[in-house]
């Protein structure tokens, strides 16, 4: 597990991704896509269609860079008590689980606290999990546009000094298919089992 900083404030980490009207209807309509998939079904969203941000390399990162792979991407910070560590570990037994086929897999980090999750910060993270995950280090004005274009929420909330503020976000990953195609949404708290299936059935084409 990773090495967790001094313990502050535990945060009240809502998923208010459910709030936006897209989403919801996405949930509604997960039961009637592909029955095969445990995860919910996006397919045919007209959001999440993409990024394009440095990684913690200063290296400019778009989604059509990793064709040929599944695609999940997922926003969170450094800091962060349980739901991030707990999903990086999740998705890097997802990879291990599929064998050969894990290296089919990119896990994308976007932070949602690029202030304190510098470039350096964000590459000795990283590294703690899986050192083909990459993290991406956007600007605050290029977080608000990409957190708009995912649906996804995130707040500071002030601690006891102005550094040991937490953040409030969306938990959950967006799953691309190998044709850059958004299929899937894993809430947090989904089994490793199910995002296993899910990857097995996006890499053999369905």
């Not at 800091?79 to 290296?103: I, K």
Request: charged content about 15%; aromatic content about 10%; proline content about 8%.
């Amino acid at each position: 597990m990773v090495a967790t900083p001094t313990p502050t404030p535990r945060p009240r980490l809502r998923t208010r991704w459910a709030t936006w009207a897209g989403l919801l209807l996405a949930l509604a309509l997960g039961a009637c896509g592909n029955p095969a998939f445990k995860l919910i079904d996006l397919t045919g969203a007209d959001y999440a269609r993409g990024f394009n941000l440095p990684d913690a390399n200063g290296q400019p990162r778009a989604l059509q860079d990793y064709a040929g792979r599944v695609v999940v991407v997922f926003f969170g910070y450094v800091q962060c008590p349980d739901v991030c560590p707990t999903t990086l570990t999740e998705w890097q037994q997802v990879r291990q689980a599929l064998g050969a086929d894990g290296a089919r897999v990119q896990v994308v980090f976007v932070t949602v606290d690029p202030a304190r999750d510098t470039p350096e910060v964000l590459r000795a993270y990283m590294a703690n999990f899986d050192p083909s995950f990459v993290a991406l280090v956007p600007s605050a004005e290029a977080l608000r546009q990409v957190a708009s274009e995912y649906k996804v929420y995130y707040r500071q909330v002030p601690g006891p000094t102005p550094t040991s503020y937490t953040m409030e976000h969306s938990a959950g990953a967006y799953v691309y298919d190998p044709n850059g195609q958004l299929r899937l949404y894993a809430r947090y708290g989904a089994s490793v089992e199910a995002l296993t299936h899910d990857v097995r059935l996006l890499l053999g084409g369905h």
